[in-house]
């Protein structure tokens, strides 16, 4: 049987120093990357791992197995990341000769640093539980996060308890304090994401995105949508963390316009042939 080797390219969330991407390949994609993303994989992933700095797999290509370690060498020697990351160049990244490009929305399992901790049984996630008291310190905590005035980065339909109470939550810490939280529910085949916020000083640094994957994470296998009021400026938050907006609907109590946003399920299937 032919063996399938690929070539990739991780592009960081933020640079570290001067770096902004890694190349490697390898023959077990998933079993790599996940190294990656739990700071076991190269020295430089492993400081990425340390610093709290994410990537996203960029650029993937298959080549055959004799010349795999040339072309990974070829394009380290190149220091030329920005040319083939799509994501840096568009539609003008450049496509390393030698090697076939490969559709990374076809791969069968999660492609960015954040997912794939979170799926991991030793990483440690985010809190989940319910909250039924509203005596409880936690819940009147998670109240004062919810001021329905906050541009909270979902839409929060009422500033009352019935909400909290219904879902399963979410909680995001810092120091041993709440900073966020996100309230959920769902059926077989859908997860709907009720109120999400975090704390106005520490918006823009990961906690909202750990706490939405790690609902999607709860549950793999079904798709999750927000709704989210179309004035608010989180409606970008929800594209970069790979929501796509599929309508529109008018909210019946306060006529606000509101944006629907679905992404689609994280499978199961983690090949570790491909």
């Not at 709290?52 to 080549?63: K, P, Q, T, V």
């Not at 640093?113 to 990483?123: A, D, I, W």
């Not at 709860?218 to 009021?229: G, I, L, S």
Request: charge should be positive; aromatic fraction near 6%; glycine fraction near 8%.
């Amino acid at each position: 049987m032919k063996r399938r080797c690929f070539i990739y390219l991780l592009h960081f969330d933020n640079p570290l120093h001067h770096a902004e991407h890694y190349s490697g390949s390898t023959e077990s994609l998933f079993r790599r990357l996940r190294n990656h993303a739990t700071g076991s994989g190269s020295r430089l992933c492993q400081v990425l791992y340390a610093r709290g700095i994410h990537w996203r797999l960029a650029a993937l290509a298959e080549c055959c197995h004799d010349r795999m370690r040339k072309l990974e060498r070829q394009l380290k020697d190149q220091h030329a990341g920005p040319t083939y990351c799509p994501l840096c160049s568009g539609t003008k990244a450049k496509h390393l000769p030698g090697t076939t490009p490969y559709p990374i929305e076809a791969l069968p399992f999660a492609t960015d640093s954040v997912t794939l901790q979170l799926q991991t049984k030793n990483t440690p996630i985010r809190k989940t539980q319910r909250l039924f008291d509203p005596t409880l310190r936690e819940y009147q905590r998670l109240m004062e996060l919810g001021n329905p005035e906050k541009d909270a980065i979902g839409f929060i339909p009422c500033s009352g308890s019935g909400g909290l109470t219904k879902s399963q939550i979410v909680i995001a810490t810092e120091s041993g304090k709440i900073v966020g939280y996100a309230a959920y529910t769902g059926t077989k085949t859908n997860t709907t994401i009720h109120q999400a916020t975090v704390e106005d000083a520490l918006r823009l640094s990961g906690h909202g995105r750990r706490m939405i994957e790690h609902v999607r994470c709860t549950e793999p296998t079904k798709t999750t949508t927000a709704r989210v009021r179309s004035d608010l400026a989180a409606n970008h938050f929800w594209s970069a963390i790979g929501f796509d907006l599929i309508g529109h609907d008018v909210h019946k109590t306060s006529g606000s316009n509101i944006n629907i946003y679905r992404a689609q399920p994280i499978s199961r299937r983690l090949h570790e042939d491909v």
